[in-house]
T-cell receptor
């Protein structure tokens, strides 16, 4: 596989469920990101990991819990979500060394629906 | 601080007509500028980017953009629209150094009319 792969592509969950989103990058990058994309809103940066260390957490509610076990994998653990958390969750990666330019490589996203 | 403004959340053009999507930015340091495209139910894909050097940047699918520092603009153009260009387009700005801090615009949905 190449690029950035996200699973599942679609997820429906109740407010009391616990689920996880998975992201895997095959690009040799060392930084990974979670973005939230809601209708009629700008892309929201949620979390950034650089060299497996969380370097940014944009005031995201604790019901979202990221995990980065290595530079190729990123998870977003979900629990007791609210209906307003329904959105497309995008994972991205980048090379955070040398002449980095800010170019992000995105996965196809996980469409989350909270009932 | 940096920001991006995309003028027009929806743009409609006829097939074969010029595509012009507008983007203005603000940045306290020399910016890196990007255009990304998102097709329905997909992630974002890089169309083109400006880092340094030539201010006219060519990207995939016949798109190009020109960095105009004096106007703080980075408008996206394509001479002749194709039906397959219908998508949402995002302008973005970042600064160099460390992990990327990328700021996205709110997006412009392009509709191509047959």
């Amino acid at each position: 596989e190449t690029g950035v792969t996200q699973t599942p592509r679609h997820l429906v969950m109740g407010m009391t469920n616990k689920k996880s989103l998975k992201c895997e990058q095959h690009l040799g990058h060392n930084a990974m990101y979670w973005y939230k994309q809601s209708a009629k809103k700008p892309l929201e940066l949620m979390f950034v990991y650089s060299l497996e260390e969380r370097v940014e957490n944009n005031s995201v509610p604790s019901r979202f819990s990221p995990e980065c076990p290595n530079s190729s994998h990123l998870f977003l653990h979900l629990h007791t979500l609210q209906p307003e958390d329904s959105a497309l969750y995008l994972c991205a990666s980048s090379q955070d060394r040398g002449l980095n330019t800010g170019e992000l490589f995105f996965g196809e996203g996980s469409r989350l629906t909270v009932l | 601080a940096q920001s991006v403004t995309q003028l027009g959340s929806h743009v409609s053009v006829s097939e074969g007509a010029l595509v012009l999507l507008r983007c203005n930015y603000s940045s306290s340091v020399p910016p890196y500028l990007f255009w990304y495209v998102q097709y329905p139910n997909q992630g974002l894909q890089l169309l083109l980017k400006y880092t340094t050097g030539a201010t006219l940047v060519k990207g995939i699918n016949g798109f190009e953009a020109e960095f105009k520092k004096s106007e703080t603009s980075f408008h996206l153009t394509k001479p002749s629209a194709h039906m397959s260009d219908a998508a949402e387009y995002f302008c973005a700005v970042s600064r160099s150094g460390g992990y990327q801090k990328v700021t996205f615009g709110t997006g412009t949905k392009l509709q191509v009319i047959p």
